[in-house]
């Protein structure tokens, strides 16, 4: 921007942004702990380009760059008040508990359904989650989507977490199986919170977890189980790299669209 005024509208990758930054919290979303984490990021990248391109920003300039691009609180509460709403509204059918008999109406590749079942044992056992998880319609949806590819990479994959104790072809089982849960719940929350936000899911940061295993060797903010002495993070509390990311992005669309001066 030319450093008059807010930008008045969200950017798609700023929206997307918002609903992961709600993804595994409880809380509403607040709007000023929203604009903080925006300018936080911002203005991280603002620096970032003012030494790569040796743009003619002082620290006082560069602070005033940053507050002419980041929404205002209520460009933000605009967009958030309708998804807290959504929030506490009752549960779409496909988020709903899934057991065979939903496969009348949600129907599956038959191939599927014995790794489902496995995955879904694996959830409601307390040997590695420290509590039983149910899983829910979409998620199996996206079990089946999901669980060939994580396979295959895991497959492929040569940096595998070595969990004491469980080493050798169980630990390899049991990473599979959590890598599957944790993927699948990922994009399902990430569709659901989507929805609610009425905006289309974008799962490119996700995809990329997936492809380098992220998802599981990433630390995450709370821990859910554990394998020997390997703590299992929830998926969740992963999503500072996908937030930094969309951003990123979401600057970019900005500087594109308001060129500063001297840029």
Same mark, same amino acid.
């Given at each position: 921007?030319?450093?008059?005024?807010?930008?008045?509208?969200?950017?798609?990758?700023?929206?997307?942004?918002?609903?992961?930054?709600?993804?595994?919290?409880?809380?509403?979303?607040?709007?000023?702990?929203?604009?903080?984490?925006?300018?936080?990021?911002?203005?991280?990248?603002?620096?970032?380009?003012?030494?790569?391109?040796?743009?003619?920003?002082?620290?006082?300039?560069?602070?005033?760059?940053?507050? !002419?691009?980041?929404?205002?609180?209520?460009?933000?509460?605009?967009?958030?008040?309708?998804?807290?709403?959504?929030?506490?509204?009752?549960?779409?059918?496909?988020?709903?508990?899934?057991?065979?008999?939903?496969?009348?109406?949600?129907?599956?590749?038959?191939?599927?359904?014995?790794?489902?079942?496995?995955?879904?044992?694996?959830?409601?056992?307390?040997?590695?989650?420290?509590?039983?998880?149910?899983? !829910?319609?979409?998620?199996?949806?996206?079990?089946?989507?999901?669980?060939?590819?994580?396979?295959?990479?895991?497959?492929?994959?040569?940096?595998?977490?070595?969990?004491?104790?469980?080493?050798?072809?169980?630990?390899?089982?049991?990473?599979?199986?959590?890598?599957?849960?944790? !993927?699948?719940?990922?994009?399902?929350?990430?569709?659901?919170?989507?929805?609610?936000?009425?905006?289309?899911?974008?799962?490119?940061?996700?995809?990329?977890?997936?492809?380098?295993?992220?998802?599981?060797?990433?630390?995450?903010?709370?821990?859910?189980?554990?394998?020997?002495?390997?703590?299992?993070?929830?998926?969740?509390?992963?999503?500072?790299?996908?937030?930094?990311?969309?951003?990123? !992005?979401?600057?970019?669309?900005?500087?594109?669209?308001?060129?500063?001066?001297?840029?």
């Amino acid at each position: 921007m030319n450093g008059k005024g807010r930008p008045e509208k969200l950017t798609e990758d700023l929206k997307q942004w918002i609903v992961t930054h709600q993804q595994g919290r409880k809380k509403k979303l607040k709007a000023t702990a929203i604009q903080a984490d925006i300018r936080n990021l911002i203005e991280a990248q603002l620096q970032k380009e003012n030494e790569k391109r040796e743009l003619p920003w002082n620290k006082a300039l560069l602070q005033s760059e940053v507050d !002419s691009w980041v929404p205002g609180i209520s460009t933000i509460q605009k967009y958030i008040k309708p998804l807290n709403e959504k929030l506490d509204a009752p549960p779409s059918e496909v988020d709903n508990p899934w057991h065979l008999g939903t496969l009348k109406k949600y129907a599956l590749p038959a191939e599927a359904i014995p790794i489902i079942l496995v995955v879904q044992d694996f959830a409601l056992k307390q040997d590695v989650l420290k509590q039983p998880y149910l899983l !829910s319609i979409r998620q199996v949806i996206w079990i089946a989507r999901l669980y060939k590819t994580v396979d295959a990479i895991l497959d492929g994959d040569a940096t595998l977490v070595d969990f004491k104790n469980k080493k050798g072809k169980g630990g390899r089982v049991i990473e599979k199986l959590l890598r599957i849960f944790l !993927s699948s719940q990922a994009y399902a929350e990430g569709e659901r919170l989507c929805e609610l936000a009425d905006i289309p899911f974008n799962s490119f940061t996700m995809d990329r977890m997936i492809a380098n295993g992220s998802f599981l060797r990433i630390k995450g903010k709370t821990v859910i189980g554990n394998i020997g002495d390997t703590a299992i993070t929830d998926t969740f509390g992963n999503f500072e790299d996908v937030e930094k990311d969309l951003a990123n !992005s979401a600057f970019e669309n900005l500087l594109k669209a308001n060129k500063p001066k001297g840029g």
